[in-house]
């Protein structure tokens, strides 16, 4: 990506209240090209709640969401286009298998058929047998590696994913990590919310913890390779003292 | 329920003798009729109590610091509030029934009491008559057996197999898993009993002892309604579930209008076409039998085009739809149905449009 084109995700000042209550609290940060972030937290920090947000899924209030240079409030379609998200694997289509659900939102994302890039992660994913099944006999894991895959369709520009290593077995988890960072270093930005402090340790280039809907602190590449080369120290450790 | 009681009012005047038989029948015996209907009304509600139980015992409640005593007591009140509220139902039911032997058997005496007796011996004969162990099959967390699954029919994917070998019709628009997912809710739903126990109380009207011809006339009308009845709720549940799943990506509000319209739309044409050969066959003239066509057409797209606009809130969708047909109604009732026919046909369009440019 040339530096003349827009960072894929921009946040500007984004705040979100749901039934009152403050969610997000001006929240302001950036994603370069090549970007693999990882969105960290206590339970009901905001996370969930911020990958919505960015995907245009809240009804926004005050603040701005930029989608490679597309503001999500005011060209959503356009925004969309340059994003994937992975649905959450409960709201799957139960009477719909694998391939239909692919091809539904290969077609929903303007692509003429399911990529094969798509299909080769499915069979590293050990997906592929499932194809052809209707959803609603998967299990939790197999659900999720939908839902990844759906999400990852196309390779846009900004990947969101909602702890998508929750059900997943080491070898497809470990299939998922490799995938991820082969993705970022060809240039997607990823924001990966996480409770999965070891993925965050060893595979991202950048950290945010995300504390009762503000962003505590960041952890840049250089933050996380001193930790990597200090045993004695962690981002596991380093979280649990930020959040006081 | 709007477009029910509006099919009753309009298409089953011709059919009163039907009703009045019926009517005069449970009029006969109120003590055992009542004792009927809590009956049933209490078969129909032993499934959802079995599930209840069941979950107390085996599912997350189960690990609740809950005595057992306490929980059996609770499930024993909520029996015997269900009962009471079942038999008051029945009253009331009777009741109007009561009403209607007083008043000339048409209009809202008809209509209240077609409504009732549907409903209510309707819910209950479907329990009786409904597919076994599915209720159980979905609280063991199993697969259900095909043939409720209506996955007998799905065809493979495209990309598994060599192009153009099997292709979904164009017609079914640009996003045609839409359509599938559709239909496969509305067979699942017509198989495990959702849509035909509707049926059921028409085959009470034989001691009327009508012509075979008319109980066949009776039958498929009613088979047409309860299926186009069952295909429409499926459809508006598929196409809510499919808005909220495809929120995050770039699709137009166009190009989802365009496939998930396929689907009910031409069963509503098709639902249409069998009344009025059905109200022909029964007798009534080939201009009685295109108007009903038109009403059916009329408010099936009504409803069809307000589960386009809001497809994610079913309550939203049924109280305009009530709202709007009680307005149509009201204009046909001063003589004004053409005008009627014209505003619902008009309704559809912009509700249709609003919904195109939705997002």
């Given at each position: 990506?040339?530096?003349?084109?827009?960072?894929?995700?921009?946040?500007?000042?984004?705040?979100?209240?749901?039934?009152?209550?403050?969610?997000?609290?001006?929240?302001?940060?950036?994603?370069?090209?090549?970007?693999?972030?990882?969105?960290?937290?206590?339970?009901?920090?905001?996370?969930?709640?911020?990958?919505?947000?960015?995907?245009?899924?809240?009804?926004?209030?005050?603040?701005?969401?930029?989608?490679?240079?597309?503001?999500?409030?005011?060209?959503?379609?356009?925004?969309?286009?340059?994003?994937?998200?992975?649905?959450?694997?409960?709201?799957?289509?139960?009477?719909?298998?694998?391939?239909?659900?692919?091809?539904?939102?290969?077609?929903?994302?303007?692509?003429?058929?399911?990529?094969?890039?798509?299909?080769?992660?499915?069979?590293?994913?050990?997906?592929?047998?499932?194809?052809?099944?209707?959803?609603e006999v998967?299990?939790?894991?197999?659900?999720?590696?939908?839902?990844?895959?759906?999400?990852?369709?196309?390779?846009?520009?900004?990947?969101?994913?909602?702890?998508?290593?929750?059900?997943?077995?080491?070898?497809?988890?470990?299939?998922?990590?490799?995938?991820?960072?082969?993705?970022?270093?060809?240039?997607?930005?990823?924001?990966?919310?996480?409770?999965?402090?070891?993925?965050?340790?060893?595979?991202?280039?950048?950290?945010?913890?995300?504390?009762?809907?503000?962003?505590?602190?960041?952890?840049?590449?250089?933050?996380?390779?001193?930790?990597?080369?200090?045993?004695?120290?962690?981002?596991?450790?380093?979280?649990?003292?930020?959040?006081? | 329920?709007?477009?029910?009681?509006?099919?009753?009012?309009?298409?089953?005047?011709?059919?009163?003798?039907?009703?009045?038989?019926?009517?005069?029948?449970?009029?006969?015996?109120?003590?055992?009729?009542?004792?009927?209907?809590?009956?049933?009304?209490?078969?129909?509600?032993?499934a959802?109590?079995q599930r209840f139980e069941r979950h107390?015992r085996e599912g997350w409640?189960a690990?609740?610091?809950?005595?057992?005593?306490?929980?059996?007591?609770?499930?024993?009140?909520?029996?015997?509030?269900?009962?009471?509220?079942?038999?008051?139902?029945?009253?009331?039911?009777?009741?109007?029934?009561?009403?209607?032997?007083?008043?000339?058997?048409?209009?809202?005496?008809?209509?209240?009491?077609?409504?009732?007796?549907?409903?209510?011996?309707?819910?209950?004969?479907?329990?009786?008559?409904?597919?076994r162990g599915s209720a159980e099959a979905l609280t063991r967390g199993t697969p259900l057996p095909?043939?409720v699954r209506?996955?007998?029919?799905?065809?493979?994917?495209?990309?598994?197999?060599?192009?153009?070998?099997?292709?979904?019709?164009?017609?079914?628009?640009?996003?045609?898993?839409?359509?599938?997912?559709?239909?496969?809710?509305?067979?699942?739903?017509?198989?495990?009993?959702?849509?035909?126990?509707?049926?059921?109380?028409?085959?009470?009207?034989?001691?009327?002892?009508?012509?075979?011809?008319?109980?066949?006339?009776?039958?498929?009308?009613?088979?047409?309604?309860?299926?186009?009845?069952?295909?429409?709720?499926?459809?508006?549940?598929?196409?809510?579930?499919?808005?909220?799943?495809?929120?995050?990506?770039?699709?137009?509000?166009?190009?989802?209008?365009?496939?998930?319209?396929?689907?009910?739309?031409?069963?509503?044409?098709?639902?249409?076409?069998?009344?009025?050969?059905?109200?022909?066959?029964?007798?009534?003239?080939?201009?009685?039998?295109?108007?009903?066509?038109?009403?059916?057409?009329?408010?099936?797209?009504?409803?069809?085009?307000?589960?386009?606009?809001?497809?994610?809130?079913?309550?939203?969708?049924?109280?305009?739809?009530?709202?709007?047909?009680?307005?149509?109604?009201?204009?046909?009732?001063?003589?004004?149905?053409?005008?009627?026919?014209?505003?619902?046909?008009?309704?559809?369009?912009?509700?249709?449009?609003?919904?195109?440019?939705?997002?």
């Amino acid at each position: 990506m040339s530096q003349t084109q827009p960072c894929p995700l921009a946040l500007y000042g984004l705040s979100l209240q749901l039934g009152g209550k403050p969610v997000l609290q001006q929240i302001a940060f950036e994603l370069a090209a090549g970007d693999f972030v990882a969105l960290v937290g206590p339970n009901g920090s905001g996370k969930s709640s911020l990958l919505r947000c960015i995907a245009g899924l809240h009804p926004l209030a005050p603040g701005r969401v930029q989608i490679c240079g597309h503001d999500v409030s005011l060209a959503a379609a356009a925004a969309r286009a340059q994003l994937g998200y992975a649905v959450d694997p409960a709201a799957l289509p139960a009477l719909l298998s694998g391939r239909e659900c692919l091809q539904l939102f290969a077609h929903a994302r303007g692509l003429a058929a399911v990529p094969a890039e798509s299909l080769q992660l499915a069979e590293a994913l050990g997906f592929s047998r499932w194809l052809d099944e209707p959803v609603e006999v998967y299990s939790l894991g197999t659900r999720q590696k939908l839902a990844v895959l759906l999400g990852l369709l196309g390779q846009p520009p900004l990947l969101l994913l909602d702890e998508p290593l929750n059900g997943l077995d080491p070898p497809s988890a470990w299939a998922l990590k490799q995938h991820l960072v082969e993705l970022a270093e060809r240039g997607s930005a990823i924001l990966l919310a996480t409770h999965a402090i070891e993925l965050a340790e060893r595979h991202v280039n950048r950290a945010l913890l995300l504390v009762d809907g503000e962003l505590r602190k960041q952890w840049t590449a250089a933050d996380l390779q001193r930790l990597r080369a200090n045993p004695q120290q962690s981002l596991e450790s380093e979280m649990v003292a930020a959040m006081g | 329920m709007a477009l029910t009681a509006l099919l009753l009012f309009g298409l089953l005047g011709p059919l009163a003798p039907q009703l009045r038989a019926l009517i005069a029948l449970l009029q006969s015996w109120p003590g055992l009729s009542l004792l009927a209907l809590g009956l049933l009304l209490g078969l129909r509600q032993r499934a959802p109590l079995q599930r209840f139980e069941r979950h107390s015992r085996e599912g997350w409640t189960a690990a609740l610091p809950v005595c057992p005593a306490l929980q059996r007591a609770a499930l024993r009140r909520c029996v015997l509030q269900q009962a009471l509220l079942q038999l008051g139902l029945g009253a009331a039911g009777l009741l109007a029934l009561t009403m209607a032997r007083t008043l000339p058997l048409t209009g809202l005496s008809l209509g209240l009491g077609g409504l009732l007796v549907a409903t209510l011996l309707g819910a209950g004969l479907g329990w009786v008559l409904r597919p076994r162990g599915s209720a159980e099959a979905l609280t063991r967390g199993t697969p259900l057996p095909s043939r409720v699954r209506a996955w007998t029919t799905a065809p493979r994917g495209l990309d598994a197999l060599p192009r153009g070998l099997i292709a979904l019709p164009r017609w079914l628009g640009p996003l045609p898993q839409l359509a599938q997912w559709q239909r496969r809710d509305a067979i699942r739903a017509w198989r495990g009993g959702r849509g035909w126990v509707w049926l059921l109380p028409l085959w009470l009207m034989i001691p009327a002892g009508e012509a075979g011809q008319v109980l066949l006339g009776l039958a498929l009308f009613g088979a047409g309604f309860a299926w186009l009845r069952n295909v429409l709720d499926a459809s508006a549940r598929a196409l809510g579930a499919a808005d909220r799943v495809l929120a995050a990506t770039p699709y137009s509000s166009r190009t989802f209008c365009r496939s998930v319209l396929p689907y009910p739309l031409s069963r509503l044409l098709a639902a249409a076409l069998a009344c009025a050969g059905v109200l022909a066959a029964l007798g009534a003239g080939l201009a009685m039998a295109m108007l009903a066509a038109t009403v059916v057409i009329a408010l099936g797209g009504l409803e069809l085009s307000l589960s386009l606009r809001f497809p994610r809130s079913r309550a939203r969708q049924r109280l305009r739809l009530l709202a709007e047909s009680t307005l149509l109604v009201l204009l046909a009732q001063q003589g004004l149905g053409a005008l009627a026919l014209l505003l619902a046909f008009a309704r559809a369009a912009w509700h249709l449009h609003r919904a195109r440019n939705r997002r």
